[in-house]
């Protein structure tokens, strides 16, 4: 981008300049150092950089920053003033740099080199400037916003740099258009405070919209018996710029020793910007009861299940081995259906007085009588020596004589058969 055609101005300064505002140094490319950018005068060892002061003004009524807005395709113009208060000479160097929030939340430039937003489009009459003894020189600029600029607000600073250290004047450039105020609270936690004392929760703030943005915070926390912790809404010392997010975290130094809360961040800012972000706070003395707690549940159960598996195995010790066999009614066979005892006595008890009608087939009817007397005491003396369920000793004692009746040889044949 082309230079300003016009050259800086020296005016003389017969007293001291203002004062500088103080801020959070941060390193730079070049070795020198780059302190924060607040509003206001910016100071090195003997020399000091503002926005020139109104015409006819003398220099208490100095500005403390430059503010310049216009549309998109605008040519914006004001005016840098480098004070050399000491009693030599100073060779100073000038540049354009971006702003942006560094992680403690200051507001800091980046490196030469390393612009790629506001500060590539800033230029200066010059960006080195010699500045005699007790003299103010001032160092025009132009600022040419892009066709394309996004509306909303483009923090930029003029970086002053005498070797040793490098300090900055604010720019707060703005781009006509609709704005967008939108705040968001992420990661928030509670862990233990520094050096153990206390916890403390952390938070990250993060600026969504277009506008720069000075957040408010409010935080509160409920217990299980109440609330433990309120604060109301205060400022945060914090400029945060469009795209930005900055990490910090709250002291609680006297948290409950033994309870469980629910923590609740409440972050708000101009514009109608609000967003909200939780946590929990669980005691360490607490998290141990608890833990000790579930160890003798799990011990518990266990000694249940161990007691439950050791009654089962002496009931199955003290079981039978097998089912009792029952014994057959008497006059059955057994299980495998096989004839019994008292079935065989049965039939050696038929045979004898089959034997004993053949017998009286041969001796004829003569011999009748005394052949059924004595089939019918074998048939008795069997029957009781067997006490089998065989044929009733009656029914054998009457089939006996009719078939000796039958008459011979022939009838004693066929009770022998059986048929």
Do not use: C
């Not at 892009?146 to 909303?152: K, L, M, N, R």
């Not at 004993?356 to 009781?384: D, L």
């Amino acid at each position: 981008m082309a230079k300003a055609s016009w050259a800086p101005v020296s005016v003389s300064v017969p007293g001291s300049v203002a004062e500088s505002v103080s801020g959070t140094a941060a390193s730079a490319g070049s070795g020198a150092r780059t302190e924060a950018v607040p509003d206001g005068t910016a100071r090195g060892s003997g020399w000091s950089a503002a926005p020139r002061p109104p015409e006819g003004k003398p220099d208490p009524d100095a500005r403390d920053f430059f503010y310049l807005e216009g549309g998109p395709g605008t040519v914006l113009r004001d005016t840098l003033a480098v004070t050399n208060d000491s009693d030599r000479a100073r060779t100073l160097r000038l540049r354009g740099a971006d702003a942006y929030n560094a992680s403690g939340g200051a507001v800091s430039v980046r490196e030469p080199g390393r612009s790629t937003g506001p500060g590539t489009w800033i230029a200066l009459a010059e960006d080195r400037v010699r500045v005699p003894a007790r003299t103010r020189a001032e160092v025009p600029f132009t600022v040419t916003l892009p066709g394309g600029a996004v509306p909303g607000d483009h923090p930029a600073a003029l970086v002053v740099d005498d070797g040793e250290r490098q300090a900055g004047v604010r720019l707060h450039l703005r781009v006509s258009g609709p704005t967008l105020a939108a705040l968001g609270v992420e990661h928030a936690e509670v862990r233990p405070g520094n050096k153990g004392e206390g916890v403390e929760v952390g938070y990250t703030l993060v600026n969504r919209g277009n506008t720069v943005l000075r957040p408010r915070l409010a935080v509160r926390a409920d217990g299980l018996f109440g609330p433990v912790l309120r604060r109301e809404a205060r400022d945060l010392p914090v400029e945060l710029l469009p795209g930005q997010r900055v990490t910090r975290q709250e002291s609680w130094p006297d948290a409950p020793a033994l309870d469980r809360a629910d923590v609740h961040l409440t972050a708000t800012a101009r514009g109608g910007a609000h967003a909200t972000a939780s946590a929990t706070y669980t005691a360490p003395s607490l998290t141990w009861l608890l833990t000790g707690l579930a160890a003798l549940a799990l011990a518990a159960l266990v000694f249940g299940w161990y007691a439950l598996r050791r009654r089962g195995s002496s009931r199955r010790r003290d079981a039978p081995n097998g089912p009792r066999s029952r014994g057959a009614p008497p006059g059955r066979g057994g299980p495998d259906g096989s004839a019994g005892s008292s079935g065989a006595d049965g039939g050696r008890a038929a045979v004898g007085t089959a034997e004993a009608v053949q017998t009286a087939g041969v001796v004829g009817a003569a011999g009748m009588a005394e052949a059924n007397e004595k089939a019918e005491k074998t048939v008795k003396a069997e029957g009781r020596a067997a006490g089998g369920a065989g044929a009733p000793p009656e029914e054998m004692s009457e089939k006996a004589p009719e078939e000796a009746d039958a008459g011979g040889a022939s009838g004693a044949r066929s009770v022998v058969s059986g048929r």
